[in-house]
């Protein structure tokens, strides 16, 4: 058994996890949680990216000696350094209203061609367009995303891991290579942008000073939801993935992009998993409009106002999720109010979202089944949403699929056992990691019950929404 140190930022919060793994063993513990607060300052929304690291360093003297270090976040933000070393202000968060409007030169058949990513206003490409000109993004001579920034603190080793980078728009899914091409048609100096590496490399050794020991850092998937979907115990490659959090990250694990024209209309992303794998998948919103709506009501308690929604009748109330009406924070009761037509409870809220995040995850597995041409016998509902027992049955009604709930933690277990593989405590490929998540990870089923026609009917009504 070894212990490794699996350290995940997510955009609400962040935590340091430590995993021991083995020959038929993992476990995991919780050493340290600690918030994620944005920062208005000067009219731009910012991470407090010190805060973080701060939370980082304090988690890991908690975890003790360890035989690794993996780190992971969302995905799409950077930070800019200079020709020290030195950080050029606080990165700015994906939600900030900087990107409204930024349109990119290259005809967007093109950029799917190369990059095969979502369409979303708050990719790296749309951020980096929105910062030419800026005297910040002229002195810069490095990027990195959050956690390889994370890394370089720790290590002074800059890169950049693959399944992060291939959230920024800029990488060649085809040849998982920075698409050059494509930064100077666009302007985008590609000197920027660092030398890529792969999750189970060795980053470096952590810097003395530190005083955390002589501890390697380990490249994992370090987009988390790549993480999150090694983390996934399926039992076969038919499976489709819910990774749900602030985001419902859905779709299914292939071999190849899909990189079709159906398949750009229905905005469909293909990212970069471990092992060379694509993450198939789609954005929804998520548990976002949920979360934004218990800040306005003071953080009730979550767990009564579930019991209250359960009881409401089944598609009172019905929004699309996928508006990006419902993309900024703030004012989210009367966004969703007023997109349903009327004023509703809380109670009614909350069985608003979860019935039409519910419809949300039906579309997007329906559809990356018939886009990717990959059959789906299951869906494995993994992260924070699994623990919503009312979201896992409906999910498992609209789809017409058994819904595998669990492991919570998918992402710090993806992380730990990319980490454990790479150090040798463990082997084999992601089936043979997904055995030891089964054989030690609780999972939980719920089985599809619910009314087709009813289903179809809301399908409807979402389809003929808008916010106005």
């Not at 999150?228 to 499976?239: K, L």
């Not at 990212?271 to 949920?290: A, C, H, K, Q, S």
């Not at 009748?313 to 009327?342: E, H, S, Y």
């Amino acid at each position: 058994m070894k212990t490794f140190a699996a350290v995940d930022l997510g955009a609400s919060s962040g935590r340091v996890m430590a995993g021991r793994a083995g020959s038929g063993r993992l476990e995991l513990t919780a050493v340290h949680r600690f918030p994620n607060d944005p920062v208005r300052a000067g009219g731009t929304l910012h991470w407090d990216i010190l805060a973080l690291y701060r939370g980082v360093l304090d988690g890991l003297r908690r975890a003790g000696p360890v035989d690794g270090i993996g780190i992971d976040s969302w995905a799409v933000d950077y930070g800019l350094l200079d020709a020290t070393g030195a950080l050029l202000g606080n990165p700015v968060h994906y939600r900030d209203a900087r990107t409204d409007g930024v349109a990119a030169t290259v005809p967007e058949e093109e950029l799917y061609a190369v990059t095969g990513l979502q369409k979303l206003p708050f990719n790296t490409i749309y951020q980096l367009l929105a910062a030419v000109g800026t005297p910040q993004l002229e002195i810069a001579r490095r990027l990195l995303m959050i956690p390889d920034l994370i890394a370089y603190w720790l290590t002074g080793e800059p890169g950049a891991e693959i399944t992060n980078a291939s959230t920024t728009q800029l990488l060649d899914v085809r040849s998982g290579t920075w698409a050059t091409g494509l930064m100077e048609t666009l302007g985008i100096r590609p000197a920027l942008f660092p030398a890529l590496r792969r999750p189970g490399e060795k980053i470096g050794r952590v810097l003395p000073e530190l005083g955390l020991g002589a501890t390697d850092v380990i490249a994992v998937g370090s987009h988390d939801t790549a993480s999150a979907v090694v983390g996934v115990p399926a039992a076969s490659e038919h499976f489709a993935y819910v990774s749900c959090g602030t985001w419902s990250l859905v779709g299914v694990e292939l071999d190849a992009p899909v990189l079709t024209e159906a398949s750009r209309l229905a905005n469909f992303t293909n990212e970069g998993g471990v092992d060379g794998t694509i993450r198939y998948l789609r954005n929804v919103m998520g548990l976002w409009p949920l979360q934004e709506c218990l800040r306005e009501w003071g953080q009730p308690d979550l767990a009564g106002l579930l019991r209250a929604a359960a009881a409401q009748p089944a598609f009172g109330a019905v929004v699309d999720l996928d508006d990006p009406a419902f993309l900024p924070p703030g004012d989210m009761v009367r966004r969703i109010c007023r997109q349903a037509g009327r004023e509703l409870e809380p109670p009614a809220i909350v069985r608003c979202v979860v019935d039409s995040l519910a419809l949300a995850h039906r579309r997007a597995v329906r559809q990356a089944q018939e886009l990717s041409g990959r059959h789906v016998d299951a869906v494995h509902i993994v992260g924070g949403g699994a623990r919503n027992e009312l979201l896992c049955r409906l999910t498992a009604d609209a789809c017409g699929l058994p819904v595998l709930a669990g492991p919570v933690e998918a992402t710090a277990l993806g992380n730990v056992l990319v980490q454990a593989r790479a150090a040798g405590a463990i082997g084999g490929d992601l089936s043979a990691l997904r055995v030891l998540l089964r054989e030690t990870q609780e999972i939980v089923r719920y089985e599809p019950r619910g009314d087709e026609a009813a289903w179809r009917a809301a399908e409807r009504r979402v389809g003929s929404l808008t916010c106005g």
